[in-house]
């Protein structure tokens, strides 16, 4: 009994004094292994148990404390992958804000273009009698028009000349033509590509006005305009050879 006493007050020395020294590095969970397996140790084997806790104690405090500094590390981590996606979403949020603004300034810019091709549109190419020229005012708008539609890929323009109902048939086929003809030539001068240019001729079937109507039949001596897509182009040529 008094053998037991003294291993176990040896041991409580033991673990005391390895307690100490290791506060003092700072590993506090390997001293309190040591000072564990050898109390440990030395009850149940004596002297030599008492060594063989003490390491094996000092082994299993030193790999706690590296697993709490592992899981410290990893928490720190996390952390910061966190705080990294949080910058990563509030970054793509605001890009997505910034493309959003983009398209839609871009479909504003769409509008006003549509805009200013339908000014372009709203005025015909009117004509004198029996006159199939074009200049002036009427070249101007032609030209601006011409500029608008040039970029737009597969637009394609429909020219379709009329006449009024003076004059022979054949003679107002042929006048209607040369008026569509003169219009497209004022476009492919500004610019446009004269395949992307169609042109047709109704001669005085479209016309309405009683010969007595100058300003009516005035109406009648025109070009029209029309901007297509390039998949319709075959739809307006089976149009006019009907």
Same mark, same amino acid.
């Given at each position: 009994m008094k053998s037991k006493v003294i291993v176990f007050l040896v041991s409580g020395m033991l673990a005391t004094s390895s307690?100490?020294?290791?506060k003092q590095r700072g590993g506090k969970e390997e001293s309190v292994g040591v000072g564990g397996g050898a109390a440990i140790g030395a009850i149940a084997g004596g002297?030599? /148990?008492?060594?063989? /806790?003490?390491?094996?104690? /000092?082994w299993l405090g030193?790999?706690?404390?590296? +697993?709490?500094?592992?899981?410290?590390?990893?928490?720190?981590?996390?952390?910061?992958?966190?705080?990294?996606?949080?910058?990563? +979403?509030?970054?793509l949020a605001a890009?997505?804000?910034?493309?959003?603004?983009?398209?839609?300034?871009?479909?504003?810019e769409r509008v006003a273009h549509r805009h200013d091709l339908e000014d372009a549109l709203s005025v015909e190419v009117f004509f004198r009698t029996e006159d199939s020229g074009v200049g002036g005012s009427a070249e101007e708008r032609l030209a601006k028009l011409a500029s608008l539609i040039e970029p737009m890929d597969g637009a394609v323009i429909h020219l379709?000349?009329?006449?009024?109902?003076?004059?022979?048939?054949a003679f107002n086929a042929a006048l209607s033509t040369a008026r569509a003809e003169a219009v497209r030539d004022a476009l492919v001068r500004a610019g446009m590509p004269p395949e992307r240019i169609i042109v047709t001729a109704t001669g005085e079937t479209g016309?309405?006005?009683?010969?007595?109507d100058?300003? /009516?039949m005035a109406l009648e001596r025109r070009v029209q305009m029309n901007i297509v897509d390039l998949d319709d182009t075959s739809r307006v040529a089976q149009q006019s050879s009907e």
């Open positions: 307690w100490a020294a290791e002297p030599v /148990g008492l060594i063989v /806790g003490a390491a094996l104690g /000092g030193d790999r706690f404390h590296h +697993e709490r500094g592992a899981r410290r590390l990893a928490d720190q981590r996390y952390e910061e992958s966190s705080a990294r996606a949080q910058s990563l +979403e509030t970054r890009s997505e804000r910034t493309v959003a603004q983009k398209e839609s300034e871009l479909f504003s379709e000349g009329h006449a009024d109902a003076r004059g022979t048939e016309s309405i006005a009683a010969e007595q100058a300003d /009516g």
